[in-house]
């Protein structure tokens, strides 16, 4: 017998100059223009014994959440594994104090006010 099991997406974003990996369970273009949905945030069991600081920041930020929108050009990378792992916030490489203004996904058309 064949065992059915839903899909674990690992996100990879950035917010505020850090690198955030999620893991959910649904990943779907939104209904908003420019943003993905990440529904049924997973995060790891809790022990009386490990404590996790990271995933518990995580966890508290997230807390109440039912789904998450994220603007698309944020996302570093979406990867669909076998099972979940340790949700986390890294610093982003580059070392850069400078943020990118974030670009549009789709350039305006040059035709503006020309007819």
Same mark, same amino acid.
């Given at each position: 017998?064949?065992?059915?099991?839903?899909?674990?997406?690992?996100?990879? *974003?950035?917010?505020?100059?850090?690198?955030?990996?999620?893991?959910?369970?649904?990943?779907? /273009?939104?209904?908003?223009?420019? *943003?993905?949905?990440?529904?049924?945030?997973?995060?790891?069991?809790?022990?009386?014994?490990?404590?996790?600081?990271?995933?518990?920041?995580? /966890?508290?930020?997230?807390?109440?959440?039912?789904?998450?929108?994220?603007?698309?050009?944020?996302?570093?990378?979406?990867?669909?594994?076998?099972?979940?792992?340790?949700?986390?916030?890294?610093?982003?490489?580059?070392?850069?104090?400078?943020?990118?203004?974030? /670009?549009?996904?789709?350039?305006?058309?040059?035709?503006?006010?020309?007819?």
């Amino acid at each position: 017998m064949s065992k059915i099991t839903k899909s674990i997406y690992r996100v990879l *974003f950035v917010n505020q100059g850090k690198l955030y990996e999620l893991y959910a369970r649904s990943i779907h /273009q939104a209904d908003l223009y420019g *943003f993905i949905e990440v529904e049924e945030l997973i995060f790891g069991e809790h022990s009386s014994v490990l404590v996790n600081p990271a995933e518990e920041r995580l /966890q508290s930020e997230f807390a109440g959440v039912r789904r998450t929108f994220i603007p698309v050009y944020s996302v570093v990378r979406i990867d669909e594994v076998e099972r979940e792992g340790v949700s986390k916030i890294r610093p982003s490489e580059g070392g850069d104090n400078v943020t990118p203004f974030p /670009q549009p996904a789709f350039p305006p058309s040059g035709n503006r006010g020309k007819d």
